[in-house]
Nanobody, 117 residues
């Protein structure tokens, strides 16, 4: 089992920044993909950004150039730096972890991000 604990959400004005953190613990693997998804009210959960154990990153078109995903391997932590936030970024953001070669799909509890003036 893998446990994911997120932090860093909150209320921010349009144009502002936030950094989300997600720390993984438990039975972690050397090969994995981890990242962030979000779900706005009345909408489906969507990919925001992911990063593999090899360092390959992938971003949703809507956040490219504004969000940056990174990781700190010794701390088993993945970050999402969110800049130039827009009201449409408002959502619950979920951390995700998937081992590459064994079954598993783990989610954090979610953290609320609200962009509003």
């Amino acid at each position: 089992q893998v446990q994911l604990v997120e932090s860093g959400g909150g209320l921010v004005q349009p144009g502002g920044s936030l950094r989300l953190s997600c720390t993984a613990s438990g039975s972690l693997f050397a090969a994995y993909i981890t990242g962030w998804y979000r779900q706005a009210p009345g909408k489906q959960r969507e990919l925001v950004a992911t990063i593999t154990s090899g360092g390959y990153t992938n971003y949703a078109t809507s956040v490219k150039g504004r969000f940056t995903i990174s990781r700190d391997n010794p701390k088993n932590t993945v970050y999402l730096q969110m800049n130039s936030l827009k009201p449409e970024d408002t959502a619950v953001y979920y951390c995700n972890y998937q081992p590459t070669y064994v079954p598993g799909n783990y989610w954090g509890q979610g953290t609320q991000v609200t962009v509003s003036s």
